[in-house]
């Protein structure tokens, strides 16, 4: 059974930072595509980062580049989100997502807030 656990949010001031990690299980994380997604109040969830599974390139949202950095963990069959010099913009929920099967699998989501 595919599952995916969000970790890590919390409260931040602006420029500070936070590492969210995304634990698998049910599939292993080099194999598939993961994405970070966030969704801030009233808005659509958008893609912020994603890791592809073969040679593991990774891609970011423009309003993220410089600043969010995706990786996996092969051995936790984990996939993190560095995020650094986090903006009040940034508050959000942030969601992992990956398909396998043809299935689209959502974790929980953790809450992020930037704020002084």
């Keep these: 059974q595919v599952q995916l656990v969000e970790s890590g949010g919390g409260l931040v001031q602006p420029g500070g930072s936070l590492r969210l990690s995304c634990a698998a299980s049910g599939f292993t994380v080099s194999h598939y595509f ?12 958008v893609l912020v980062a994603a890791i592809s599974s073969t040679g593991g390139t990774t891609t970011y949202a423009e309003s993220v580049k410089g600043r969010f950095t995706i990786s996996r963990d092969n051995a936790k069959n ?5 995020m650094n010099s986090l903006k009040p913009e940034d508050t959000a929920v942030y969601y992992c997502k990956t398909v396998v099967g043809l299935v689209t699998y959502w974790g929980q989501g953790t809450q992020v807030t930037v704020s002084s």
């Design 34 to 45: 993961v994405n970070w997604y966030r969704q801030a109040p009233g808005k659509e969830r």
């Design 78 to 82: 984990t996939v993190a989100l560095q």
